[in-house]
């Protein structure tokens, strides 16, 4: 790991950790916040292997204590509750997002993108929905309409603004990726 990615590592985990407690609650009990555009920079800025990295450095803040889960809570306990799934499911998330743009960049940026983002917004409901219907009991439907159909307008909006922040986030920094062609 050079200084240079262990940095943006550090950095994206602090992003993430800043703007995931900021949130809307919902009746559900699973809020509206700004993790996934965090988690999707992360994946962007630093790739398949460490946008993971720091979101599990996120994660671990969150469960020893340090109050960056949504609506300033923390603790390990969140991960057992009913958001637990989506907050596991940030990793995959990242990757999807890293892996994607990184292989897959000859389609161009926005495309690449595009196909990551949705590619790992589908793993994140899968997790998260999985997780809060064993949690709660509830039924397939039932956990849709709580917890995937509510935050799909604010997911496209998240969508299309990491596509518009990561490629300029990237060339700022100086990133280059070796991609596949």
């Not at 949130?23 to 009990?29: G, H, Q, R, V």
């Not at 460490?50 to 204590?65: D, H, M, N, Q, R």
Request: proline share 5%; charged share 5%.
């Amino acid at each position: 790991m050079t200084v240079k990615q262990l940095t943006m590592c550090g950095l994206t985990a602090a992003l993430i950790a800043v703007l995931a407690p900021i949130s809307i609650p919902l009746a559900t009990e699973v809020p509206i916040s700004l993790a996934t555009l965090a988690v999707m920079l992360a994946g962007g800025l630093c790739g398949s292997k460490y946008g993971p990295l720091a979101v599990l450095i996120y994660i671990l803040l969150g469960c020893i204590g340090i109050p960056v889960f949504a609506g300033y809570t923390s603790g390990a306990g969140i991960l057992f509750g009913m958001t637990g799934g989506y907050i596991l499911g940030y990793i995959p998330l990242a990757w999807a997002v890293g892996f994607v743009y990184e292989h897959f960049h000859v389609y161009g940026e926005r495309v690449s993108l595009i196909f990551g983002e949705l590619l790992g917004n589908l793993i994140l409901y899968i997790l998260g929905t999985g997780w809060f219907m064993i949690v709660t009991g509830m039924s397939l439907s039932g956990a849709l309409a709580a917890c995937v159909l509510p935050f799909l307008p604010g997911d496209v909006l998240k969508c299309i603004a990491a596509c518009i922040l990561i490629p300029r986030l990237v060339h700022a920094a100086g990133i280059v990726y070796r991609r596949a062609g």
